[in-house]
């Protein structure tokens, strides 16, 4: 049987991680400044994680939400602490795009209403009502594009409003820095006046924190930065460090029922396993210090290339964007200098998105390649 042919695939074949290193079939070794789309946040193969790991598999792997399974309390309670927000629960899924599923049906469900609010460049995941609200139509069917949903600028505050006035409207959902739309980021002043114009018409604000939680930012999440309080957040990605495990934080004002969100897998005891061990290593290792400094270095290392025209993003969530497409430029730094790096719907943009443990040095041998691979576009 042959697989489903929908990626375009490098022919690389990575067999093992560690740290900020993946290593191929052949035994080259790779620098790891994507993460897997951000999802190493721990580096990979962490021995405190692999041990977590495979002692919670050496007792039980999984079993349903039918029983009590006291782990996602101690999941719950270590999230609340690390990241310091209080006064929500937390409901357990398996993905980005389950969660931020969730996040809209437990809107519609609060508010009794059914259309959602998303923005220009927005990115929400690939399942049927988060497609809806991403700001791509080469990748909606049909089916998808049936839901209730308005696209208005990333910013515009006024559009905001009179989309709101409408009075329909379940959910607005946002990126505070967006990921694959480029590393834009909002202001202070819009993020505080959508919250507003969000409470004032009774719909629910939805902080998508897939790509920018846990820390990627230089802080917990990226929302703490501007002073808001979402009623929803959204977490996957570096929840897991790899293992497959998503969630949405509910603000206690929104009263949960039985049966209206459920999963089979979400929230297992191996998932548990993962996100526990990966918040007691963000905490012990203080990553989140170390993704805000080294942001200023990377700051530092970049006026250092007059190519490089604009840097975007904050932390270890990063954009290097050019006067030029890129594709070209990432393939030479990944066959020529192994080197792995990311992709954006702006083609001029380099994405840098590694594991929070990363080290200057490593910084140092990826600019180190790129003023060599730059020398082709000078």
Do not use: W
């Not at 951000?38 to 039980?60: C, F, M």
């Not at 437990?106 to 497609?131: C, M, N, P, Q, W």
């Not at 846990?214 to 959204?234: E, L, V």
């Not at 170390?290 to 270890?316: D, M, T």
């Amino acid at each position: 049987m042959d697989l489903f042919d929908v990626y375009p695939l490098y022919d690389i074949t990575p067999v093992k991680g560690e740290g900020s290193y993946v290593y191929d079939k052949d035994g080259n070794k790779y620098l790891d400044l994507y993460g897997g789309h951000a999802v190493i946040s721990i580096g990979h193969s962490h021995p405190a994680y692999v041990n977590a790991l495979t002692k919670q598999l050496r007792e039980i792997g999984f079993y349903s939400n039918s029983v009590k399974n006291p782990l996602q309390q101690e999941l719950a309670s270590k999230l609340e602490k690390v990241s310091g927000i209080n006064d929500y629960s937390l409901f357990l899924c398996n993905s980005g795009a389950e969660a931020n599923e969730n996040a809209l049906k437990l809107a519609s469900f609060h508010t009794g209403k059914d259309r959602v609010i998303y923005f220009e460049k927005a990115f929400h995941g690939r399942t049927s009502g988060v497609v809806a609200v991403t700001d791509n139509e080469a990748i909606k069917s049909p089916f998808n594009t049936g839901h209730k949903a308005t696209k208005v600028g990333f910013g515009d505050a006024e559009a905001l409003e009179e989309e709101l006035k409408k009075d329909d409207v379940a959910a607005v959902i946002f990126e505070v820095v967006q990921g694959v739309g480029g590393l834009d980021e909002g202001t202070t002043e819009f993020y505080l006046k959508a919250a507003e114009l969000c409470k004032s018409h009774n719909t629910i604000l939805i902080a998508d924190e897939v790509q920018a939680g846990y820390g990627r930012t230089g802080d917990f999440f990226a929302f703490q930065k501007h002073g808001i309080r979402p009623d929803i957040i959204s977490i996957a990605k570096g929840m897991g460090n790899g293992f497959p495990v998503g969630g949405i934080l509910i603000d206690n004002a929104i009263e949960p029922k039985y049966g209206m969100l459920g999963t089979t897998f979400g929230g297992n005891h191996l998932a548990c396993a993962a996100g526990i061990a990966v918040l007691e290593i963000i905490e012990k290792e203080k990553l989140i210090e170390n993704s805000k400094s080294l942001f200023e270095y990377v700051k530092e290392r970049a006026e250092e290339i007059p190519q490089i025209k604009n840097l975007k993003g904050r932390g270890l969530m990063i954009g290097l964007e050019f006067d030029f497409e890129v594709a070209e430029l990432r393939k030479d730094l990944l066959f020529r200098h192994q080197i792995f790096t990311g992709a954006a719907s702006n083609k001029k943009l380099l994405r840098i998105l590694p594991p929070l443990n990363i080290k200057k040095e490593q910084f140092d041998t990826f600019f180190k390649a790129l003023k060599i691979a730059l020398k082709n576009y000078s």
